[in-house]
């Protein structure tokens, strides 16, 4: 059996379909599963896994390009020719880019949630299966999209899984020793996130008052790794004065991965980091503003969400912007956050 999954959006959206992956392959372990991903780092985040064959590269999510542009053309004649018995576009899709895709890769079972195709009433032509969108979790809307493959599990089967290479467990081992971190607590810090979504990002000097905060409360007993992408080396001027914090920038993300499984606790914006940081169940808090934590936020155990006073929703993966996006965050203070993250880790026994 073959398998295409098509995941073209981000990091945190291909990690929180794991599971149902993971589930294909139990029922299907004989099946190769290869994937369509777009240039945003999941084809990082896919190299070493177990249950990845082969992985392609689609520059373009333009339907006129499927026509137009020779490169999509050629990979699109190159999966037709796989024959595909089962396509499957995660959660959330591109809407009649990725339908169509699928009927062009000429799939025997064409999977993907419903959504107004507008001009096409009758989604049929593109898709076999198309469930409809529930309200809740996207590790658990992405399982729906397998419930007419009888396949079956339970909750204990929902689970992460994710496999580090040895040579990015020895890269995250020689940095932790280099810079003094073995049996220290870490905490990982990402102040960043999508920079086409910057009203997600909690102001940088609030970061800045936080780990000061930290600082006077815990003394010595915390270091801290502020992990830096590669548009956010500009944030690294306000962490050079604390001599318990080590800016991690310039690495590839397989030994980003690496580092962030090496943390005892984690804190982010609303970001792909934060979905890292949950495939190893690392107790994390996670800043919202105007994302629907709902849909998106890190599937793990230990995870305290922190929003604003005003706090609402402007953007759902599925609908887009459904109300014009504002910075909410300027609302939410250092101080309060310091203590919903303190309560939280105390609630744990950690730092005891």
Known sequence: ????IIALSGIGNLIMAFPMIQMLKKNYPNAKIDFLVAPRGTKEI?????FVNKIFVLKSHSIKDIFLNDETKNLI??????????AI????????????LMKLINAKERIQHKYNFKIFKNINWFLTYSPEIENKHSVFINLDLIKNLNIEYDNNDIQYSYHLAEKEIEFANKFLKENDLIDKFIIGIHPGGKNDMTWKRWDIKNWQKLISLFKNDY????????????????YEKYFKNFENVVVVKNIPLKDTISLISKCDYFISNDSGLSHCASLFNIPQSVIFGGTSYIHIAPFSSNVNIITPPNYEVFYV???????NPKNLLINLKPEDVFESIKKHISSLNLLQ
């Open 1 to 4: 059996m073959k398998i295409l």
């Open 46 to 50: 896919l190299e070493n896994q177990p």
């Open 77 to 86: 004649t190159q999966l037709k020719l796989n024959n595909y018995d089962i």
């Open 89 to 100: 576009t995660i959660y959330p899709s591109q809407g009649i880019f990725s339908a169509l």
């Open 219 to 234: 003394k010595n007993k915390i270091k801290f790794l502020v992990f830096l992408g590669p548009d956010e080396i500009e």
């Open 317 to 323: 993966p599925y609908f887009g912007f459904i109300k």
